[in-house]
């Protein structure tokens, strides 16, 4: 059986779209998978190294503004619906999975407009145009968060699916996870995370507090500064810092990391907001303001409401309310065991599991 995933751009379209192949290849061992992407984007780097082929489609996004991108998105747009076509007709999928990104949409309609089974993966609590759009024409929508919902009114199959968490998430263990980084019982873990790329701003508030608030006794940190601002933070904060700062520009081993985390502050991307809950790990959110439709306020809005979360804006941040809310919530231990638990109830550990089963019951009804 042929599967064809398009999902491009950022390490939350791919990664879920990762998770779904092999999980197919679990199921079906001798399944031919081919992915779609752009040049742009992260599945160039993602995709080859996990064993699967990627074919490159040209397309790209619309800018708000009316300009000259404008006419190039279009032309673009018209070239990939081209390319998607030809490269449907060469594999011949049986079913055709998008999971984000631009290369979705001249992918995911062509294949429906050829009445190949079509199925999308939402991440985000708000759920982007693209998506929005296709869900009016593909067989099945799969949604991450309960609130993403009314957007999907359309839909012929709708399932709360929850996002694909990975493995070493999945598999974690916070006794042996703090016994592997050298963590001592008593003096709580916080992670601090801007994601792969960092968060300039949350850098900037972290390195105040460490240089004006913080104390070694208060707890220790693991800071991911992103690749790009590694050596500016080593820089800033120079050297005798305490053995209780682990600074990195990325986390590898997020399995160990997280689970051994007390509290975690991180951006509110869709797959960030999906780890959290399958670890049960209490979080200070801090949305980015850059991304579309304000999509990360939506996601952390969602564990804010049920308790799991605190939520700070980042036109509100400073070193001084960081270092705050954080010791407000380490000192206040049944305020965080209870954070921890509405987590837990929220967490989704089948998603995968549910996303193949809608799969193949398209498969069937075509």
Known sequence: ????????????????????????????KDADILFAGTQRGLETKLVPREGFELRLIKVR???????????????????????????????????VIGTGGYVCGPVLFVASRMKIATLIHEQNAFPGITNRILSRFVDAVAISFKESKKFFKSARMLVHTGNPVRDEILEADRTAS??????????????????????ERINQVVCDMIVNHYK????????????DQYQKILDQLGSGLPDSITITPYIYD??????????????????????????GLPSVIIPSPNVTANHQEYNARALEKQGAAVVILEKDLNSNLMYQQIMSLLKDRDQLLKMARNARKMGITNATEKIYSMITEIIKKQ
């Open 1 to 28: 059986m042929k599967f064809l995933i398009a999902g491009g751009g950022t390490g939350g379209h791919i990664n879920p779209g990762i998770a779904i192949a092999r999980y197919i290849r679990q199921k079906q």
């Open 61 to 95: 996004g619309f800018k708000r503004k009316l300009s000259k991108d404008t006419f190039v998105a279009i032309k673009e747009l018209f070239q990939g619906i081209w390319e998607a076509r030809k490269l449907i007709r060469e594999f011949k999928p049986d079913v």
């Open 178 to 199: 703090r016994q592997k980084l050298c963590l001592d019982k008593d003096t709580p873990l916080v992670v601090v995370t801007g994601g792969s790329l960092g968060a």
């Open 216 to 227: 070694s006794s208060d707890f220790n940190i693991i800071f991911s500064t992103g690749n």
């Open 254 to 279: 997020a399995g160990s990391i997280y689970s051994a985390a007390d509290l975690i502050i991180c951006r509110g991307g869709a797959i960030t907001m999906s780890e959290l809950p399958v670890l």
